[in-house]
């Protein structure tokens, strides 16, 4: 059975730092994409960033290139998501997911939600101004 847990929520303030971790069993990281999706109140779901299997090769939202860092540890099947200068408009609650599509991202598909087949059940950020 594949699992995936968020954990390292909180409460910052504009400009602050936290780093996500998503811990996953059931799967062998090493073979598949993994993605950092978030959702705001009354939005939809959105990618954030993604790091595909095996290169390590990596995508992001333009609202977060250059904030946030995508990485992952094969040895210890769990994906992080480093996030800098923190904005109000970052708050949302983070899921990270797995996709079984290895070429997700030759595809230009790695923030696109539905090609996702594994879903953490999130963890809250709140970004106070």
């Known amino acids: 059975q594949v699992q995936l847990v968020e954990s390292g929520r909180g409460l910052v303030h504009s400009g602050g730092h936290l780093r996500l971790s998503c811990a996953t069993s059931?799967?062998?990281?090493?073979?598949?994409?993994i993605g950092w999706f978030r959702q705001a109140p009354g939005k939809e779901r959105e990618g954030v960033a993604c790091?595909?299997?095996?290169?390590?090769?990596?995508c992001y939202a333009d609202t977060v290139k250059g904030r946030f860092t995508i990485s992952r540890d094969n040895a210890k099947n769990t994906v992080y998501l480093q996030m800098d200068s923190l904005k109000p408009e970052d708050t949302a609650v983070y899921y990270c997911?797995?996709?079984?599509?290895?070429?997700?991202?030759?595809?230009?598909?790695?923030?696109?939600?539905?090609?996702?087949?594994?879903w953490g059940q999130g963890t809250q950020v709140t970004v106070s101004s």
């Open positions: 997911a797995i996709s079984v599509f290895r070429l997700i991202l030759d595809y230009g598909l790695g923030l696109a939600r539905d090609e996702y087949d594994y």
């Open positions: 059931g799967v062998t990281l090493h073979y598949y994409a």
């Open positions: 790091i595909s299997s095996p290169d390590g090769t990596t």
